[in-house]
């Protein structure tokens, strides 16, 4: 076993150094239209696909929906 070696150039932290404890609780407000969290299945292909075109993958699936919703609302009403 190692015995402890006091250090006087770098002494142990003490409470009073370290300042009290910053807590963050989760990320924070969200700008609108506020998201919904939920869960979906995809097929391997498709995810892979967006997955492949980089990062922001799930806003770019969020956008290909939100076209395909626009498109069928548009041609719902003509």
Excluded: H
């Amino acid at each position: 076993m190692t015995a402890k070696v006091r250090d006087s150039e770098n002494p142990p932290w003490t409470e009073e150094m370290l300042g009290p404890p910053l807590v963050k609780k989760g990320r924070g407000r969200q700008r609108e239209p506020t998201k919904v969290s939920t869960t979906i299945r995809l097929d391997a292909d498709v995810l892979a696909f967006f997955r492949a075109r980089g990062p922001g993958y799930q806003t770019q699936i969020n956008d290909a929906l939100r076209k395909l919703v626009k498109r069928s609302l548009a041609n719902r009403s003509s």
